[in-house]
């Protein structure tokens, strides 16, 4: 079965400044998806990245970017220039198949202005 | 707004009720997942439908949970007999097409507590 795991629990980053939070996965598959989820408080999921595991490619999506690495299994997701409106819930997740979604327990990311 | 739509946003029960939540996908949305997040947790998958066929179940959803898409437009989740391990947000999720990866885009969630 796959299993993403998020070791970090809660982080903080002062506003302007640069974070990284961590995942790593487990699979059996080559060919497979990973994102970054981000869920502001009492508001819904909203998708922050996405990876293609096929494409040695970063992915980066403005100040959003991935380190992947699919040999170690390893997925991390840098924020730069960080700003009040990144503090959220970040969630891992991975999916095969186009079907449903593995989600890791989430990173709690505070921005200190 | 055309987003995901879920109903109630809150529910509250007493232990052994039965409980009925409605999501509605985003128009045109083939896809519709269900997920349940408990607190301090990432949401678990339950159950997903294509159209109106269930194609998957999680061994989560157990004999009390029902999912239902008639017609393939909104589902329905139904609990009975609830139990206080049943308090949870409940996510639901669309995405179309049923190519090699759509995206899922979810909605507010239903948080259900049961005293």
């Known amino acids: 079965a796959q299993t993403v795991t998020q070791s970090q629990p809660e982080m903080s980053v002062q506003e302007a400044e640069t974070v990284t939070l961590s995942c790593t996965y487990d699979?059996?598959?080559?060919?497979?998806?990973l994102f970054w989820y981000k869920q502001p408080p009492s508001r819904q999921m909203i998708l922050v990245i996405r990876q293609e595991a096929y494409k040695q490619q970063n992915a980066t999506e403005n100040r959003f970017s991935v380190n992947f690495q699919k040999a170690a299994k390893s997925f991390s997701l840098k924020i730069s220039d960080s700003q009040l409106g990144d503090a959220a819930m970040y969630f891992c997740a991975y999916m095969f198949g186009n079907e449903k979604l593995t989600f890791g327990t989430g990173t709690r990311l505070t921005i200190i202005p | 707004d055309t987003g995901v739509s879920q109903n109630p946003r809150h529910k509250i029960t007493k232990r052994g009720q039965n409980v009925t939540f409605r999501c509605d996908p985003i128009?045109?949305?083939?896809?519709l997942y269900w997920y349940r997040q408990t607190l301090g947790q990432g949401p678990e998958f339950l159950t997903y439908f294509q159209n109106e066929a269930q194609l998957e179940k999680s061994r989560l959803l157990s004999d009390r949970f029902s999912a239902e898409r008639p017609k393939g437009s909104f589902s329905t989740l139904e609990i009975q007999r609830t139990e206080q391990g049943d308090s949870a947000m409940y996510l639901c999720?669309?995405?179309f097409g049923t190519g090699t990866y759509n995206e899922q885009f979810f909605g507010p969630g239903t948080r259900l507590t049961v005293l």
């Open positions: 128009s045109e949305h083939n896809r």
């Open positions: 999720a669309s995405s």
């Open positions: 699979t059996s598959e080559s060919d497979y998806y």
